[in-house]
């Protein structure tokens, strides 16, 4: 019983065999706390969301702009029959039903002036904007000739000028719209719908529109957050945006005229022209306005890559690391027979896993690059001067440090690249894998197989 014990503990002790399902099995062991870790930026990640939605929410979610509309009621009339008790017989009688038309304007520009900054609550940050918006253009005379309707019928004056917004709550003065000679305030009109309504009192003077073009202008201030955009309703939209942000993307149905459009540390600039024959709807609507968001198009404030984003990526590389670093380990024990303890490769590995927990932490109060030298500087130096007395040997201990500083460097610059991270990232991973196998070649396998 005692030399099976024996030739069990020799085996430990002595096979490469088990010395590589014992750092096999180690790895494994090490991915409980790596997944903690894991969950960990995950929660921060999602309570960083969680107060940004917060601040965002209390400044002025996004903004989309829909309008001016101009709303006409008219009226039509359906037959009833009433039965006459006197005669006996059914009278009819004709009952008028009022309706709204909705036409859009023949031309509309936008100017916007979009200015950005930061919004702080303890360790998070948002950031917001404030949006000036002039508006104009002209109205053409309104066509009822699709619906046959008597002259007499049209409600001229009950009409009113529309304006929809996705965030009243963010508008910052009293919206008013001058057309003709005329001025007049916005108030609003609450809904259920997704776009908030902001509707004028009666027109004057609107006989002119049968005539002539009739001229608006209006301005409005928003505040908002991440999103700017504008349903193109006339029959010719013309927007230009500027702004000081340095990181936006074009969204929505409509991209910007490459002519003109400029983007830089300082800010941006971008025009859209968008016609009538681009959009999927025309320039007016009976009985009911569509939500017509669908079609808008604008730009959103994106905030580059937060440091949880990298610091999550960057986890996703810990398997590897592990791997590769106890790997290192392993060949300089089975090449030298220098004896390595699991509880020694042990804790190599959760001096790894602490890395990600040392990254997160101070990320959140220093930049991500600051903080990826700090942990990889504190987590290098601790497993060289660990290996140092482990190894007892410099040449091996230089080694551990340049195989741990070439990796970590290696993520460094996977996590920093975009459109070329997947590239790379093979590439360096081909060259690791080459290297291993130009190194474990010089083992004497055979030998160790036959001793197994």
């Known amino acids: 019983m005692t030399s099976q014990k024996q030739k069990i503990g020799n085996w430990f ?5 088990a010395k590589m399902i014992t750092v096999g099995f180690l790895i494994l062991i090490l991915l409980i706390p790596l997944g903690f870790v894991g969950d960990l930026i995950r929660e921060r990640g999602y309570r960083q969301t969680e107060v940004v ?49 909705y036409f859009f304007p023949g031309e509309l520009n936008i100017d916007s002036k979009v200015k950005t900054q930061p919004l702080e609550r303890g360790i998070y940050e948002s950031v917001v904007y404030t949006a000036m918006l002039k508006m104009d253009g002209k109205f053409i005379n309104p066509d009822f000739s699709s619906k ?40 609003p009109k609450f809904d259920n719908s997704f776009m908030n309504t902001l509707e004028s009192g009666f027109l004057k003077n609107l006989d002119e529109l049968q005539k002539q073009p009739l001229a608006f202008e209006s ?44 983007i830089s540390p300082d800010g941006f600039e971008a025009k859209w022209k968008v016609l009538e024959t681009n959009r999927k709807f025309g320039q007016y609507f009976f009985d009911t306005l569509p939500d017509l968001s669908q079609s808008s198009f604008g730009t959103a404030f994106l905030v580059p890559v937060d440091d949880y984003q990298k610091t999550s990526r960057t986890s996703k590389y810990g398997l590897m690391i592990i791997g590769l670093t106890l790997l290192v380990f392993l060949l300089i024990q089975i090449s030298s027979k220098i004896a390595i303890h699991p509880f020694q490769y042990l804790m190599i590995g959760l001096a790894l896993v602490m890395f990600y927990t040392l990254l997160i932490s101070i990320s959140e109060h220093k930049n991500y690059l600051f903080a990826y030298l700090v942990s990889g500087t504190a987590v290098v130096s601790l497993i060289t001067l660990y290996s140092r007395s482990i190894l007892k040997n410099l040449k091996f201990t230089l080694l551990i440090f340049g ?30 894998l080459g290297i291993i196998m130009f190194t474990s070649r010089k083992i004497d396998w055979t030998s160790a197989q036959q001793s197994d």
């Open 53 to 101: 939605e917060e601040i965002n929410t209390k400044w002025g979610k996004e903004v989309v702009v829909y309008g001016p509309i101009l709303k006409v009621p008219y009226q039509t009339y359906i037959e009833e029959k009433v039965f006459d008790e006197k005669t006996k017989t059914f009278l009819k009688t004709l009952k008028a039903q009022k309706h709204n038309a």
């Open 403 to 432: 195989s741990m500083l070439s990796l970590y460097t290696f993520i460094f610059v996977i996590i920093q690249l975009e459109d070329y991270a997947l590239l790379v990232g093979s590439i360096g991973l081909f060259i690791i």
């Open 13 to 17: 002790k002595n096979s490469i065999t």
């Open 219 to 262: 301005n409005l201030e928003v505040n908002g957050s991440h999103n700017l955009q504008f349903v193109p309703v006339g029959k010719e939209t013309q927007v230009f945006m500027k702004s000081n942000w340095h990181s936006p993307s074009f969204n929505g149905n409509f991209l910007p005229d490459t002519e003109g459009k400029k």
């Open 148 to 187: 046959e309707i008597n002259k007499e019928d049209i409600l001229w004056d009950k009409a009113t000028l529309l304006f929809k917004t996705s965030n009243l709550k963010g508008i910052r003065n009293t919206i008013q719209v001058k057309s003709g000679e005329e001025t007049y305030d916005l108030k």
